[in-house]
């Protein structure tokens, strides 16, 4: 029988940076057990042993579009044996003026968790101010910390502990950026950006990473930044909202990861991208294609996390 123990508190999954280097590798190695357990079913329709999050809800708000943040969230209360109930922001009263806060309080009184795809992070962290449960990101404009979780995850099961590695980022600063500066930081590993000034991650985010002792680096050149890289992350170039995708093409093609690019990192290099891809603009077809991608891996990996970041959210462990 698999022994999950309660702990006393609940937990807010906001930012890694707002986790303990104990807590991120929790997370980790929860994933891990559980995947290993689902490896041994034949479905995904199955429910893990002894069903340890049965009778409990996760409201799930949905302000941007998604695919596997969705399913994988969805799935992983299934397989845990709880309960998803889907809400579409312009479906509910939010989207007709009710507050954050407001809502809150409400969701509070009916589920035990709440989701949020947020288009604001100050929504998400208005919530996490007033909500009586654990309150989990699932994106906002600012952050995106169950990917990274699940790269980090994928990293390990093809390339051995993160520790001391480097992860080469090729493109904007965005979100999915932030993100993998705040687990490098948590996750001592080593994180080269290449940017252009333009879009460089917040000086806010790279003015905490030094000062938590953060092995991040900040360039223009791509192959400065890739070169000797344990990975290559890249994520598309235009984002869920961008207005100006001619001149966001224009200013990033330079950062395209290509054969060119991945030369210039470590042979035994593997190659990440979140999803959604657009082919031959951030990644070449035959890098995203090839035997150094590990994407579906990594999409997988997104199901696996999920539960993993539930577990922890409601104080449960193996």
Excluded at 97 to 107: H, N, P
Excluded at 146 to 162: K, N, R, Y
Excluded at 248 to 254: F, I, K
Aim: net charge negative.
């Amino acid at each position: 029988m698999t022994d999950y123990n309660l702990k006393k508190n609940h937990r807010h999954f906001i930012d890694i940076s707002s986790l303990s280097k104990s807590d991120c590798r929790e997370i980790i190695e929860i994933a891990k057990k559980l995947k290993a357990e689902a490896k041994k079913q034949g479905t995904n329709g199955f429910v893990h042993q002894d069903a340890p999050l049965k009778g409990q809800a996760l409201a799930m708000i949905f302000e941007k579009p998604s695919t596997r943040t969705r399913v994988s969230f969805e799935m992983a209360m299934h397989q845990l044996g709880g309960k998803a109930v889907v809400l579409q922001g312009n479906d509910m009263q939010l989207g007709r003026g009710e507050s954050i806060s407001d809502t809150a309080k409400v969701l509070s009184g009916f589920v035990d968790a709440i989701m949020l795809r947020a288009n604001s992070h100050e929504a998400l962290l208005e919530m996490a101010e007033t909500s009586r449960v654990p309150i989990i990101n699932a994106l906002t404009n600012f952050s995106h910390p169950c990917q990274i979780m699940a790269d980090v995850l994928t990293f390990e099961e093809h390339a051995g502990p993160i520790e001391g590695k480097k992860i080469a980022w090729s493109g904007d600063g965005n979100n999915v950026a932030v993100s993998w500066i705040h687990a490098a930081v948590m996750l001592d590993c080593e994180l080269a950006l290449a940017c252009p000034k333009d879009y460089s991650p917040l000086e806010q985010v790279m003015g905490w990473a030094k000062n938590n002792g953060g092995k991040i680096t900040l360039t223009e050149n791509p192959k400065e930044a890739v070169k000797n890289a344990d990975c290559v992350i890249t994520d598309t170039f235009i984002s869920m909202g961008d207005d100006n995708a001619e001149e966001r093409l224009r200013d990033l093609a330079p950062y395209q990861v290509n054969a060119e690019l991945m030369a210039t990192a470590k042979k035994s290099a593997i190659f990440m991208h979140c999803l959604p891809a657009h082919r031959d603009e951030e990644v070449t077809a035959d890098v995203i294609d090839g035997p150094q991608s590990v994407i579906w891996d990594e999409a997988e990996n997104r199901l696996h996390i999920q539960k993993a970041i539930l577990m922890w959210c409601f104080g449960k462990s193996l």
